[in-house]
């Protein structure tokens, strides 16, 4: 299989640096094609902006969707860019990895994910409708494929227990796993997630190495986070609202995850 | 009083644009003094790496915290991360305004956040003990001053309702307003959010300034959210867990939010 590592830590001399060098040796032992987009090391541009599209008129206003809509369509996207779309249409399986920074990824990640997502890739896919808004959560240029966080934070697990101060690590993770995974339509593993770093001895790091490495052989036989898809009837549309006889009353993120009575149904 | 404006979009002539315009302008009209950091405009350093600390020993890993930590304390840091810092020290409130992308703020204010919080100032600050874990959620360097989000959504509204598919508002915002703003000490008022900007003619625009112009003439006497302090009580030290007896059996984001009752208690 072929699967593409998106990676984002500055000092290849760190915890992230090392876990990203086992998880390639890990999937290249299992038979896999493995694709690394170091952004650091990428020196890649973190911002989006009018210079991501080649051949803009002079002095007319950066419209973010509408430009981006005419780089896609056109042929007129920065190489940069192209690439990386074209490594996501590679790859079966994407892994981000990155460590948390202020509750969400770094930003050189989230400027990758802003400038590959373009319009007509990543988002403005498919038709609005009566019945269908667009073809997102679930569906979309990315659906079949598989896509997994690897996380690290320096905090406690308590930390980010459901009652922790920092909030449930589910609910930090949603709109990366829910709004920029499921969104365009990947299946969204269950994150690994490395607490503590700044207590990493061999051991422990051995340790870490191990459970990671089990993640990553199950890459292809984990279940997905089973998130309700946008249109295949659990959502008023165009409200995008849960519909009301979806496990009536529940509201926030987790209620956009099949409860397992629902997904029994849904397979039978 | 001294308002600072930390605004992130790539065009002057767009929605966020104009209201930022209208933000400067109504605050002056008020008598309040503005700073604006146009990310940008200032065409602000998004990615957070070794070349942020002044004199750094070649071939040593970087490591960010301690780095971070050493430049602070040394008179190390580059000149726009100090710049930065003393904005905020200088600001009686501080407002981020940007277009919500991908559910969070763009990567150049994501950025902006990562840089000028440096160890010792935006974290990294007071003691660690069995009854404290450092001056942060509630305490800290920005503690007195006030803080408000002003972001724009193309999504309705119903998109990001507490039953809606991209997640409560509420929610998506609180990594933000509560790992962002209250870590370091802001009291963080509601935010103001514009939906649907896709369809903005001269009425909508005329009141959604009407709206906004509302919140920043009650800048100073809009309550906060009352996020509980995390070293005042609620919390169990250093798990950093809320005590059992605070909301018995809530969880998640908004378990962090004093209810009403607990808020009279602790005015009485």
């Given at each position: 299989m072929h699967v593409l590592l998106v990676y984002a830590h500055p000092e290849p001399?760190?915890?992230?640096?090392?876990?990203?060098?086992?998880?390639?040796?890990?999937?290249?032992?299992?038979?896999?094609?493995?694709?690394?987009?170091?952004?650091?090391?990428?020196?890649?541009?973190a911002t989006l902006d009018a210079d991501d599209t080649l051949e803009r008129k002079d002095g007319e206003p950066f419209h973010p969707e509408r430009d981006s809509k005419h780089a896609f369509e056109n042929g007129l996207q920065t190489p940069d860019i192209a690439r990386e779309q074209d490594k996501l249409r590679w790859a079966d399986a994407v892994i981000l990895q990155f460590p948390m920074w202020w509750?969400?990824?770094?930003?050189?990640?989230?400027?990758w994910v802003e400038r590959v997502y373009a319009y007509g890739f990543g988002y403005g896919v498919g038709e609005h409708s009566d019945t269908r808004w667009g073809n997102r959560y679930g569906e979309g240029t990315l659906a079949g494929k598989r896509a997994m966080l690897i996380v690290t934070?320096?905090?406690w697990e308590s930390h980010y227990s459901p009652r922790g101060?920092?909030?449930p690590i589910d609910d930090l993770l949603f709109p990366i796993q829910h709004g920029i995974?499921?969104?365009?339509?990947?299946?969204?593993?269950?994150?690994?997630v490395v607490y503590r770093t700044g207590r990493t001895d061999e051991t422990?790091?051995?340790?870490?190495?191990?459970?990671l490495g089990h993640r990553l052989d199950d890459l292809w036989k984990t279940l997905p986070?089973?998130?309700?898809?946008?249109?295949?009837?659990?959502?008023?549309?165009?409200?995008?609202?849960?519909?009301?006889?979806?496990?009536?009353?529940?509201?926030?993120?987790?209620a956009h995850v099949a409860p397992p009575a629902l997904r029994v149904a849904a397979k039978g």
């Amino acid at each position: 299989m072929h699967v593409l590592l998106v990676y984002a830590h500055p000092e290849p001399q760190s915890l992230n640096g090392a876990l990203k060098d086992f998880t390639v040796k890990r999937l290249e032992a299992a038979g896999h094609t493995v694709q690394v987009s170091d952004l650091y090391a990428m020196q890649w541009k973190a911002t989006l902006d009018a210079d991501d599209t080649l051949e803009r008129k002079d002095g007319e206003p950066f419209h973010p969707e509408r430009d981006s809509k005419h780089a896609f369509e056109n042929g007129l996207q920065t190489p940069d860019i192209a690439r990386e779309q074209d490594k996501l249409r590679w790859a079966d399986a994407v892994i981000l990895q990155f460590p948390m920074w202020w509750f969400s990824m770094p930003a050189i990640l989230k400027g990758w994910v802003e400038r590959v997502y373009a319009y007509g890739f990543g988002y403005g896919v498919g038709e609005h409708s009566d019945t269908r808004w667009g073809n997102r959560y679930g569906e979309g240029t990315l659906a079949g494929k598989r896509a997994m966080l690897i996380v690290t934070a320096g905090g406690w697990e308590s930390h980010y227990s459901p009652r922790g101060i920092n909030g449930p690590i589910d609910d930090l993770l949603f709109p990366i796993q829910h709004g920029i995974l499921y969104y365009p339509g990947f299946d969204v593993l269950p994150p690994y997630v490395v607490y503590r770093t700044g207590r990493t001895d061999e051991t422990r790091f051995s340790t870490i190495c191990d459970a990671l490495g089990h993640r990553l052989d199950d890459l292809w036989k984990t279940l997905p986070i089973p998130f309700h898809p946008q249109n295949a009837g659990a959502y008023d549309i165009p409200e995008c609202t849960l519909r009301a006889d979806i496990t009536p009353g529940e509201v926030g993120f987790a209620a956009h995850v099949a409860p397992p009575a629902l997904r029994v149904a849904a397979k039978g």
